[in-house]
């Protein structure tokens, strides 16, 4: 009589916002026990951000590498085939009883690529076990490259996604003492825009890719009016 194969553990891995120092000794471990390293891949070429970061720690040669395409689009239709191919590529390797590193920039749990593809496994085959493993993210690597608290006492600080919601952004700034606007190089004169009328820009730096070697940092953000600014970018407004 054959005992049914363990079915293997999907792990969310946070390694933080771009310094592979910024690891933490949990994720080191999985990524070392774990026979299939995935990771976010991008379609067009390029090297993916997360990859970049775990190089130090993850020989390709020893490991099972799994890249994964997750499609820029609303599109439902491209979205949930794509979606369903990513699932079914790591349900072949669960299924037979391998556990999978996802390695994520950033934390697994805070506008990652990974909450998707962790409510679609548990949808699909909800007997795959999930766990993350948390991660430092960009607004925390900014605020220390920055040099600036994010709370202190009772002040409220608020992670928002910029968004071409004019109203909504200002109210965000005008409510908190902090505010950390993710991805926001697409509305970024928007922004500036909004800072000038509430006489703030004096209080705004921008960072693109925290604590990496690929990091930039503005901290006068009225010249950068009519830039483009790469994905990774964030905005901290502290009051």
């Known amino acids: 009589m054959t005992t049914a194969m363990k079915i293997g553990t999907l792990y969310g891995i946070g390694v933080g916002p771009g310094d592979p120092e910024l690891i933490t000794v949990k994720a080191f471990r999985l990524m070392k026990e774990c026979p299939v390293v995935a990771y976010p891949k991008k379609r067009m070429g ?3 951000y997360a990859l970049e970061i775990i190089e130090l720690y993850v020989n390709p040669a020893e490991k099972e590498m799994l890249g994964l395409i997750f499609p820029m689009t609303k599109d439902k239709a491209v979205l949930d085939k794509e979606w369903n191919k990513t699932a079914a590529m790591c349900w072949e390797h669960l299924r037979e009883g391998r556990d999978i ?23 699909l085959h909800p007997e795959v076990p ?3 493993v948390p991660g430092i993210s960009s607004v925390l690597g900014a605020a220390a490259q920055l040099g600036i608290t994010l709370a202190d006492g009772d002040e409220q600080v608020a992670i928002i996604p910029a968004t071409e919601d004019r109203a909504a952004m200002k109210k965000a700034i005008i409510e908190h003492d902090t505010v950390i606007f993710i991805k926001v190089a697409k509305v970024i ?8 009328e509430l006489g703030l820009t004096q209080k705004a730096s921008v960072v ?21 600014l790469e994905y990774l970018t964030l905005m901290a407004v502290r009051k």
């Open 46 to 48: 390029g090297k993916s």
């Open 101 to 123: 590193a996802f390695v994520t920039e950033g934390d697994p749990n805070l506008y990652s690529t990974f909450i998707h593809l962790a409510r679609l496994m548990n949808e």
């Open 130 to 132: 999930i766990s993350t």
């Open 189 to 196: 004169d928007m922004m500036i825009d909004i800072l000038e």
């Open 208 to 228: 693109t890719k925290a604590t990496s070697n690929y990091e930039t940092v503005w901290r006068d953000v009225r010249v950068l009016k009519g830039y483009e």
